[in-house]
């Protein structure tokens, strides 16, 4: 009978689950937007309040205020604030991977059409299997909300079924 070595044996390892990304579906994102809102238009009060802009100007002002500031945020930390509160984020569709100005920019454009006809392209969310709008397909992207990463029973943080469709690594670039 030989005998074996087991100085050498390591211990059983088992490798944590990936954790799935769960699409952020319309009512959380619509919360992120109200969010974003309240913050830009205390940007524009404080700019308004200043009364040296005429009526014009402060249009003007105002839309390039959302633009850059929304642009900005999706570009260098992949979700605007309000998105970030709530643990969302907004990447390529087609392999996960943040945004850059480029695409940035076609997604908030894709906002103008998605809200041309009532806002249906944000309502498109709710009827859509993966939760993309309108201005998501336009751009080639998807929001989502980070896994948990304190939840070691695998427990959803925002509890279950409130969007039960999830991405797997092998979804990205699955055109729906």
């Known amino acids: 009978m030989s005998s074996v070595d087991t100085s050498t044996i390591q211990p059983n390892v088992v490798a944590e689950p ?6 952020a579906g319309f009512f959380v994102r619509l919360i992120a937007c109200v ?11 404080a700019v308004a309040s200043a009364e ?9 002002i105002s839309l390039v205020l959302t633009s850059v500031y929304v642009i900005t945020f999706w570009a260098l930390r992949g979700a605007t604030p309000g998105k970030m509160a709530l643990g969302l984020t907004v990447v390529s569709a087609t392999d996960g991977q943040p945004l850059g100005v480029k695409a940035s920019v076609l997604r908030y454009l894709g906002y103008v059409v998605s809200s041309i006809i009532v806002g249906l392209g944000f309502l498109w969310i709710m009827f859509n299997r993966r939760k993309r709008g309108w201005h998501d397909y336009i751009a080639g992207t998807v929001v989502l909300r980070k896994p948990p990463s304190n939840l ?3 427990a959803d943080s925002w509890g279950s ?4 469709d999830r991405f797997s690594s092998s979804d990205w670039g699955d055109r729906d």
């Open 18 to 23: 990936a954790k799935e990304l769960v699409p």
């Open 35 to 45: 969010v974003d809102g309240l913050i830009i238009g205390l940007l524009q009060f």
């Open 52 to 60: 040296i802009f005429s009526e014009g100007q402060l249009t003007a």
């Open 152 to 154: 070691s029973d695998g």
């Open 161 to 164: 079924g409130w969007d039960n």
